[in-house]
């Protein structure tokens, strides 16, 4: 049982997680005896009338949500649900350049046809800058769009000004779906310099994963509507990509997150405000900051400049990272951080000593714009296709999605015609391990 003992090994060395699940392995009256799933007295996730239905009542009263639906496989089946409910072949919807995968299997699933909205660089973070109500204010007067699709915040904590894309699309007729994925713990943030929740944005959908950034366990999600004019196509759409066989422990996880974060949720937040205050000084005084120049981002994704022998010193401490990519190494803070602070100090105390080690400088991966849309990526999809290495793609339409996970951040989608520049880029995401040397074409 090799899988087991990787866990209980890994449980052991992982003493000080900065990574998901949210909770940390600090909660351990979530996993109760409740691994059972729809039984007779439990109510069912695809009609809920009783303890599941009051249950994601509760929830949707917490966020001010007109309704809220438990989710038993992340946010990915919410985002795929919500793009399936809300277009059809053909239909256009904007998208985020760095949107998630589960955007390009919700496109499969609808037929729609992605509209790519330009964004700029971040040259520090070499990731795409949340768009700008003005690029998308241009789109919506040359398509005819039907939906859009924000992530707020992303995978690094950047924001965009989601009531103004709000404001301009719903002014437009177009329905806003967001990817909060990462931001459950906005809600409690409004006075602490968090970006702002799409759900007080007035966006129309909008679905996050409490177990990134609430107690709540792995896979644990919700989906919440501001508009109860979509509650029954919402929860036939879902029942359409649901399990019938939900997991108990995690919906139960999903009321628990609820209810601990709406009692203690400020509170923690607060305290982690401060805590996260002390690193950051910290990393100033040692000149250990990470070169940022952004407005609008999440401060409980702390990161550090990368530096060389820096994973092993942190293992050597039991700190594990979220994400270790080139010159930069992320690190998720939770509520859970505040309630058990140890971690943070062990990162503390270890910072002159980071400081210490040997610069990476930074890499020189200059991201080419986007490929052309060809074809819808639902019919990209449905065409016989040929796995070919990358130098072979060049001048063809992929039907695969390439997103590297984590973060799952898409780098090329299905139906879109590959030049020369992509190619190049995709060669060199091979050469550092990130995506494998074939790519699946028509
Ligand atoms: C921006 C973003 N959206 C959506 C998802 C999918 O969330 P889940 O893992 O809960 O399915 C992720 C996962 O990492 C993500 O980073």
Not at 35 to 49: A, K, M, R, S, V
């Given at each position: 049982m090799e899988l087991r003992k990787r866990l209980a090994q890994l449980s052991h060395e992982d003493k000080y997680p900065f990574h998901m699940p949210g909770h940390k392995g600090r909660f351990?009256?979530?996993?109760?005896?409740?691994?059972?799933?729809?039984?007779?007295?439990?109510?069912?996730?695809?009609?809920?009338?009783?303890v599941l239905s009051r249950a994601q009542d509760t929830v949707a009263g917490i966020y001010k949500a007109a309704k809220t639906y438990f989710l038993v496989n992340g946010s990915s089946v919410g985002i795929m649900a919500a793009i399936a409910a809300l277009t059809k072949p053909g239909d256009c919807v904007l998208v985020v350049k760095n949107c998630h995968k589960s955007v390009l299997a919700g496109l499969v699933h609808s037929g729609a046809m992605p509209v790519w909205i330009d964004q700029s660089l971040c040259p520090n973070l070499r990731h795409w800058l949340p768009p700008s109500t003005e690029a998308v204010k241009e789109l919506i007067a040359k398509y005819s769009i039907k939906a859009a699709i924000f992530t707020n915040p992303d995978y690094y904590g950047l924001a965009p000004d989601i009531t103004s894309l709000a404001q301009v699309c719903q002014k437009a007729g177009i329905a806003v779906i967001v990817d909060e994925a990462h931001g459950a713990h906005l809600h409690w943030g409004k006075t602490l310099g968090l970006p702002q929740s799409a759900i007080d944005a007035g966006c129309d959908i909008i679905v996050q994963s409490p177990h990134k950034t609430l107690p709540a366990l792995t896979q644990a999600a919700w989906m919440h509507i501001t508009d109860l004019a979509l509650e029954e196509q919402m929860q036939e759409t879902l029942n359409l990509f649901h399990t019938t066989s939900p997991s108990y422990l995690l919906l139960s996880s999903l009321e628990y997150a609820g209810d601990w974060a709406s009692s203690y949720g400020s509170v923690m937040l607060r305290r982690l405000k401060i805590l996260a205050d002390v690193l950051n000084l910290r990393c100033k005084q040692l000149n250990l900051d990470f070169p940022q120049t952004l407005s609008n981002r999440d401060w409980t994704k702390f990161l550090l400049p990368n530096r060389r022998g820096l994973v092993g010193l942190l293992r050597s401490q039991g700190i594990f990272p979220e994400l270790i990519q080139g010159d930069k190494v992320l690190f998720m803070l939770t509520m859970a951080d505040a309630l058990v602070p140890q971690g943070i100090a062990a990162l503390y105390r270890l910072l002159p000593l980071i400081e210490a080690l040997p610069e990476i400088p930074g890499e020189e991966i200059i991201l080419p714009p986007l490929p052309k849309q060809e074809i819808t990526p639902r019919e990209a999809w449905q065409r016989p296709g040929e796995k070919v290495s990358l130098a072979k793609a060049r001048g063809r339409i992929a039907r695969q999605v390439l997103a590297p996970y984590p973060p799952g951040t898409m780098v090329v989608a299905p139906g879109q015609r590959l030049e020369s520049e992509h190619v190049d880029y995709l060669q060199k995401l091979h050469a550092k391990k990130v995506i494998p040397q074939w790519l699946e074409v028509i």
């Open positions: 351990s009256s979530l996993i109760g005896n409740f691994d059972t799933t729809e039984i007779p007295g439990l109510d069912n996730l695809h009609c809920p009338q009783d």
